[in-house]
């Protein structure tokens, strides 16, 4: 058995026979004649000096050694595939990627993209709406706008003022709930997305900044936070908005944050690409843009009283 590797084809051929159990699908996959991809694997057969298969009767089945191997040679191929991917994407200066949850999208990111479309005309921009974590050095993935604790290490972050919440309601509510002890009488709605954090940011965290030992338990509940917040703009009841979720309706006047309290979150929510990418003039181009995006709204918050959730103690 000799030491040097065998063909890169010869691999392929067992890499595809493995994945699909099947000669005659792996030759279909690499665009073969199953006589070819046979050759293939007997040539790797021969160089190895053991057995990868048991060709068994239409059918076929890994040896001890083909089940040793198989695992290695398909990571290896994942490793050069998005090894070549990432390396051509340094040559390509018109496309961005980017990525961000499916609330996200549709209450920030999807009411301003047409800004930046109009003023880049030259960047490809595509766009996958998804909470699923990407490898931003891996995948074909230049930009994810996320929302959660991280970790970032290793990453370029673009620092973005404080996630916080606070109620928010439509200004016909507003009118009828002019002070905090009156929304234990209101409709609340429950954003059960940011169930997760802890301290929670939640409507009895809310009520004890204003003093007030009220536990709601009744009212209608979201799991998705942009649900929660269209549940609010038709006038269905009061919110614990989140910054990011209602800053655009919030800048319309399509909702209202008549109590200057809110919580900030220890979840921050930011921009973030991979390392090696800042100086990608597309990268930068959306860079910039969210910068100034986040500005443009920065006003909101200047008169609120920003409380960070850890201080605020349970009664």
């Given at each position: 058995m000799s030491d040097r590797l065998p063909p890169l084809t010869a691999l392929r051929a067992f890499d595809a026979a493995a994945r699909h159990m099947s000669f005659?699908?792996?030759?279909?996959?690499?665009?073969?004649?199953?006589?070819?991809?046979?050759?293939?694997?007997?040539?790797?057969?021969e160089h190895l000096g053991e057995k990868l298969f048991r060709r068994l009767n239409r059918a076929v089945a890994l040896t001890e050694?083909?089940?040793?191997?198989?695992?290695?040679?398909?990571?290896?191929?994942?490793?050069l595939s998005e090894a070549w991917t990432a390396?051509?994407?340094?040559?390509?200066?018109?496309?961005?990627?980017?990525?961000?949850?499916?609330?996200?999208?549709?209450?920030?990111?999807?009411?301003?993209?047409?800004?930046?479309?109009?003023?880049?005309?030259d960047i490809d921009l595509r766009f996958s709406a998804t909470l699923r974590m990407v490898d931003l050095e891996r995948e074909d993935v230049d930009i994810a706008l996320r929302f959660g604790l991280g970790p970032d290490e290793g990453l370029n972050v673009v620092p973005v003022p404080p996630e916080w919440v606070?109620?928010?309601?439509?200004?016909?509510?507003?009118d009828r709930y002019t002070t905090p002890e009156s929304l234990m009488k209101a409709p609340l709605i429950f954003d059960e997305?940011?169930?997760?954090?802890d301290p929670p940011c939640d409507w009895p965290t809310w009520f004890r900044t204003q003093n007030i030992g009220y536990v709601p338990t009744h009212g209608l509940r979201f799991s998705q936070a942009d649900h929660a917040v269209d549940a609010a703009i038709t006038g269905a009841g009061v919110v614990l908005g989140r910054r990011s979720m209602v800053l655009t309706d919030l800048h319309t006047g399509r909702?209202?944050?008549?109590?200057?309290?809110?919580?900030?979150?220890?979840?921050?929510?930011?921009?973030?690409?991979?390392?090696?990418?800042?100086?990608?003039?597309?990268?930068?181009?959306?860079?910039?843009?969210?910068?100034?995006?986040?500005?443009?709204?920065?006003?909101?918050?200047?008169?609120?009283?920003i409380v960070p959730v850890e201080d605020v103690s349970p009664t």
């Open positions: 005659a699908k792996a030759a279909e996959e690499l665009n073969v004649t199953p006589a070819a991809l046979s050759f293939q694997i007997k040539t790797l057969e050694a083909g089940r040793t191997l198989a695992p290695g040679v398909a990571e290896g191929f994942l490793t390396t051509r994407r340094l040559q390509d200066n018109s496309t961005l990627t980017v990525t961000a949850g499916p609330a996200l999208t549709a209450k920030w990111l999807a009411p301003r993209l047409y800004e930046f479309a109009r003023s880049h005309p606070t109620p928010v309601m439509t200004p016909e509510l507003a997305s940011i169930d997760f954090l909702l209202v944050a008549p109590f200057k309290t809110a919580l900030q979150t220890k979840a921050k929510f930011r921009m973030i690409s991979a390392p090696g990418s800042e100086d990608r003039p597309q990268v930068v181009a959306f860079r910039d843009w969210f910068i100034d995006e986040m500005a443009k709204t920065a006003y909101i918050a200047e008169d609120f009283d």
